[in-house]
Structures are given as structure tokens and as C-alpha cells.
């Protein structure tokens, strides 16, 4: 059970961290943090993703993608979340 929470802690935090690289970056507030944590904004991503959005498996499919490589690895076109290409 242990494992599974940090495998599903990890794909959260490595989510946030692509959406705040190449999709939107968190704003920063007066008191200089960011308006939420990476694991939270990843987290708001993949609920919403898995729960409510995903009808194709080529989107899962990306999402999983996203779990396995490097955040940086991972290119957006424009402003959709969706997930393009791979930087090799």
C-alpha cells in the first residue's frame, strides 16, 4: 500500500511539474509562494483528467506517458494540456 501511495505520489508531482513547465506556470502570490503546490496542481489535473475527461485511451495512453518520462520530455501545442510530441 506503501508503494502504490508514492508511485501515485510521484506521477502527481511529476504532472504539476510539466503543467507548471509547458502548460501554465502557478502564480506567485505577495508573500512569495506559489498559489498552490506542485503535487496539488498535478493532483487537480489527473483527478479531473481521469475521472471526467479521458473517453479515448490515446489520451490515457499520455497521461501514462507522462508518469514514465522526464517532465522536460514532454511538449504541449499552444495551450492544450494535450501532450504531442516527446523531445528526444
Given at each position: 500500500?506503501?508503494?502504490?501511495?508514492?508511485?501515485?505520489?510521484?506521477?502527481?508531482?511529476?504532472?504539476?511539474?510539466?503543467?507548471?513547465?509547458?502548460?501554465?506556470?502557478?502564480?506567485?502570490?505577495?508573500?512569495?509562494r506559489p498559489e498552490q503546490?506542485?503535487?496539488?496542481?498535478?493532483?487537480?489535473?489527473?483527478?479531473?483528467?481521469?475521472?471526467?475527461?479521458?473517453?479515448?485511451?490515446?489520451?490515457?495512453f499520455r497521461l501514462l506517458?507522462?508518469?514514465?518520462c522526464p517532465p522536460e520530455?514532454?511538449?504541449?501545442?499552444?495551450?492544450?494540456?494535450?501532450?504531442?510530441?516527446?523531445?528526444?
Open positions: 500500500m506503501m508503494a502504490l501511495l508514492a508511485l501515485a505520489f510521484c506521477w502527481a508531482h511529476k504532472t504539476g511539474e510539466w503543467k507548471h513547465q509547458a502548460v501554465r506556470p502557478l502564480k506567485i502570490k505577495k508573500h512569495g503546490s506542485l503535487f496539488r496542481y498535478g493532483l487537480d489535473y489527473l483527478t479531473n483528467s481521469l475521472l471526467q475527461g479521458l473517453q479515448k485511451m490515446e489520451e490515457r506517458l507522462l508518469f514514465l520530455m514532454v511538449m504541449v501545442s499552444g495551450q492544450n494540456p494535450e501532450i504531442v510530441a516527446l523531445k528526444i
